[in-house]
């Protein structure tokens, strides 16, 4: 297996979590005395870039399909989420009836609901047809397709570009992350935005949850990582934040490399040497997490196996 940014062969094991199903694959009632399958989750570091990767054993239009499970409005402290993100970007970069919004992996429209609401144009790009369907009913125009060059190219052809460029919680299900960066860059405006918000790799690591990782997700991202993705498809960072979402998150802002007309926050400059005095650019950071995913199951097995000794009972949930 080579590494999906720049090829080196992947040799450093960040964690072995042996085999698993593919997340949000139900069986269902007719296949409940077949066998289930089951898929290596092995995750490899690679020793030049640094980025964290599975291998895709299960192709993404597999899972990202028409019965795919997740709507983003089930969660109401999401679409609390999306909402002040939309004030934000509104009262940031001033964003009106001419401006263009778009969003990769729109989803049902959670997000793009609250900027069609101020008249602002939007289009979601969406490769599971269940969720545009509902997010059209809420005014929200609709690609059902997935994001890469391919795509980006056949927009930008009709004279669609971004304005503003958005994508939550996608960047690191992307099995093709070069090609999607890529495709950023062409679909980007000369003087847009891109967004992206990602579950931080320091926080993964550092509060050990193993449990985030699956086959849906890739790719285990630093801001350092991805700011090296983003430059070799022309695109630089101008700002970063860090987010409580989903166990800690980040979400970046970028800019085309030519772009003279936005300031290159401090906090970019911060968070790259937080993260390299964290070791994030050091291979031997990583080879301890093994170990320590394995000390939660071995302790919880002990806690389990005393309780029950001990004659307690046990009730689990999820």
């Known amino acids: 297996m080579k590494c999906r940014f720049c090829q080196t062969e992947l040799k450093d094991v960040f964690v072995d979590l042996f085999n698993s199903p593919a997340s949000n694959s139900f069986l269902t009632e007719e296949q409940l005395n077949e066998p289930e399958a089951f898929f290596p989750l092995k995750i490899y570091t690679c020793s030049k870039c640094f980025l964290v990767q599975v291998d895709e054993y299960k192709k993404s239009d597999e899972i990202f399909d028409s019965s795919y499970v997740y709507f983003s409005s089930y969660s109401t402290t999401w679409l609390q989420h999306a909402k002040k993100y939309v004030e ?84 690191a299900h992307v099995p093709d992350i070069v090609d999607f960066t890529n495709g950023l860059k062409i679909l980007l405006n000369d003087k847009g935005v891109v967004t992206m918000e990602f579950p931080h790799l320091v926080q993964l690591m550092e509060n050990n949850q193993f449990d985030t990782i699956y086959h849906e997700h890739f790719s285990y991202l630093s801001f350092t990582t991805v700011s090296d993705i983003f430059k070799a498809a022309g695109l630089e960072m101008f700002d970063v934040e860090e987010i409580p979402t989903h166990g800690g998150s980040l979400r970046i802002y970028a800019k085309h490399l030519d772009d003279g007309s936005k300031e290159i926050s401090p906090a970019v400059a911060a968070l790259l040497k937080k993260e390299e005095g964290k070791g994030i650019k050091n291979i031997e950071h990583y080879r301890g997490f093994q170990q320590a995913a394995m000390k939660v199951k071995t302790d919880f097995l002990e806690f389990l196996i005393g309780e029950k000794k001990a004659g307690k009972k046990i009730a689990a949930y999820g």
Request: proline share 2%.
């Open 88 to 171: 934000k970007m509104i009262d940031r970069f001033g964003y009106n009836e001419q401006s263009q919004v778009i969003e990769i992996a729109s989803n049902d429209g959670y997000l793009l609901q609250y900027f069609v609401e101020k008249n602002i144009p939007v289009l979601g790009i969406e490769p599971t047809a269940n969720t545009a369907e509902v997010a059209k009913t809420k005014g929200v125009d609709s690609v059902v397709d997935f994001f890469g060059v391919r795509l980006a190219t056949e927009l930008k052809a009709k004279n669609i570009k971004a304005d503003l460029l958005l994508g939550n919680n996608v960047l």
